[in-house]
């Protein structure tokens, strides 16, 4: 891992919050989102121009701001950085409109990392922030597609408002009435090829992604691993 200098100047313990994690974990943290090999990419110093702010259209909506991301960035500000990886980052919606910046920013880039490292690392924001989702990763792994037809009920889209509730009623009857070319059936969006879903499988297997989803989830990582093995086995693939 690549050695950080933090800045002496900001070792106030209960700057941005989060007294409760210790001043050295939170450098551990920040320092596994710098080694990131992308990070010296994403950053080049901000201008405070306001125009990643602009075009955010989270900051719209919430109280988040693209530019403070990259501030405290740049100033290796630990508590900072650490209380955006628990609170704000989870806000952005990953549209990296944010890249229009002149001076080359990215902070969705910045993002990205400090995301995946709190799922790397269990943190309870990670599992917060993507507990609504463990039905489209189930999804998503299992059957190649996204949000299904039978995904539509109250109880897991509760925020969709109480029409949600008429449609979950009559899924078959929306499915039919959908062009013929569409998959009618409501447990999957579409057909996606077997051998197209063993390879996806093979990937999040190589590329660690399985194993980040059993830090948020264990229960779906165990039930995917399970299913995606006997698929492998079936077709007389090893890993």
């Known amino acids: 891992m690549a050695q950080v200098t933090f800045d002496p100047y900001l070792k106030l313990e209960h700057l941005a919050g989060h007294a409760d994690v210790t001043r050295a974990e939170k450098e551990r943290l920040i320092s596994k989102v710098m080694a990131d090999r992308r990070f010296p990419d994403y950053l080049y110093g901000c201008y405070e121009c306001g125009i990643c702010v602009a075009v955010c259209p989270s900051a719209r909506f919430y ?67 993507l507990e609504g989702y463990s039905r489209i990763i189930y999804k998503i ?62 990937i999040w297997l190589e590329t660690g992604a399985l194993e980040m989803i059993k830090e948020v989830d264990t229960g779906i990582h165990m039930i995917l691993e399970e299913i995606m093995e006997e698929r492998l086995e079936e077709e007389g693939i090893e890993i």
């Open 141 to 202: 792994m299992s059957t190649g597609t996204q949000v299904s037809p039978d995904m539509l009920q109250p109880d897991a889209f509760p925020d969709w408002g109480p029409e949600v509730k008429d449609v979950s009623e009559n899924l078959s009857l929306w499915r039919r009435a959908l062009p013929p070319e569409t998959h009618h059936t409501t447990s999957t969006g579409w057909d996606v090829a077997e051998s197209t879903i063993l390879e996806l499988y093979v």
């Open 63 to 129: 109280d988040f701001s693209p530019r403070r991301i990259a501030q405290a960035a740049a100033r290796v500000d630990v508590d900072l950085m650490f209380q955006q990886m628990e609170e704000d980052i989870w806000e952005c919606s990953q549209c990296f409109s944010c890249l229009r910046c002149p001076r080359g920013n990215n902070p969705g880039g910045i993002i990205t990392i400090m995301r995946e490292v709190a799922v790397e690392e269990g943190r309870r924001s990670a599992k917060t922030a």
